[in-house]
């Protein structure tokens, strides 16, 4: 099952090139306050039969004629692992505009990073740029998508709490700040196209995954090269906070990151998955300081020439 929103906070099920609608289904006044997690993946974990049925024999609407949204609305949490493929490490190295002097080594020795649930966009809206005179990365990565509370749980038992995986740019400001901060500016988390489920993915380490900027090739490995697996990250994660229902862990990326600029396209692929593209606007996002000491937003200037 692929489970999508769509036009403004729409349900669907995707069925090849077309979906069939689902919001019906669900129900979208939850109380308050509302359990921890997003309302909806709580809801749909328990709802497999009821929307195959709905599949069966419902209208379909083309997939091109819909608005692609983060199929997550509302993690409580967006996790990330920082440093889990081992040739991203050596680049990191290699390349001072990554690791700006630091050293990296084992991931629990600098341990995962939460990034805020505001940067979240999906593949139909655009990444902002932030800072012109400094540089962004895309980061093409799997992402779990919790599926039920999971706390000390053991890596033989981690998969039980995955409601299914999406595909995850971890977009990120280089610099020397910690990642917290640099990887949470508003469209620098990207989800999407749609959730599978894990019932049609029972190995996720085990994934080819790519990204393409303006065509051409930037990222390409498997899961398979994850240093800790899908199991060894949802087992390290709990073991330090409860994670809920559509909580996102983006599990890492690959080598070959590389700054994007206005205008650029992303194509992002994963095995199992699908594809999805995302672009990059074509104008800077800014910021100035307000007449009154505090911050204002300034509006997106043309992007400059390269």
């Known amino acids: 099952m692929k489970l999508c ?26 109380p308050w306050p509302a359990a921890p997690g997003d309302w909806i993946v709580r809801q749909a974990v328990e709802m497999g039969a009821e929307l195959a049925v709905r599949a069966a024999g419902s209208p379909k609407t083309p997939l091109g004629d819909v608005r692609l949204e983060s199929p997550v609305a509302s993690p409580g949490k967006i996790i990330g692992a920082p440093i889990n493929y081992r040739a991203h490490i050596e680049e990191a190295h290699a390349d001072q505009g990554i690791g700006f002097g630091r050293s990296f080594a084992d991931l629990k020795e600098h341990g995962l990073f939460l990034k805020a649930s505001s940067a979240l966009i999906g593949p139909s809206e655009e990444v902002r740029l932030r800072f012109p005179e400094r540089r962004s990365d895309h980061e093409v990565e799997l992402v779990a998508v919790i599926g039920r509370e999971a706390s000390q749980v053991s890596r033989e038992r981690a998969l039980d709490h995955v409601f299914g995986y999406a595909i995850g740019l971890d977009m990120t400001v280089r610099g020397p700040e910690w990642p917290v901060f640099r990887k949470s500016a508003d469209t620098y988390a990207v989800l999407g196209p749609w959730i599978v489920t894990a019932d049609e993915i029972p190995d996720p380490n085990g994934l080819d995954l790519s990204l393409r900027v303006n065509g051409e090739l930037r ?88």
Request: charged share 20%; hydrophobic share 40%; glycine share 10%.
């Open 219 to 306: 990222q390409s490995a498997n899961t398979r090269q994850l240093i800790y697996d899908v199991q060894a990250l949802i087992e390290y994660a709990s073991s330090f906070y409860t994670l809920h229902p559509g909580d996102l862990i983006y599990t890492g990326t690959p080598e070959g990151v590389s700054q994007v600029r206005p205008g650029d396209v992303m194509d992002c692929e994963i095995g199992a998955i699908g594809r999805m593209h995302v672009g990059v606007a074509k104008a800077w996002f800014s910021q100035a300081p307000a007449a009154d000491g505090g911050v204002a937003a300034r509006p997106l200037k043309t992007a400059r020439s390269y």
């Open 5 to 30: 929103r769509f036009d403004h906070d729409h349900l669907g099920l995707v069925l090849g090139e077309h979906l069939v609608e689902v919001t019906d289904l669900f129900d979208r006044t939850p």
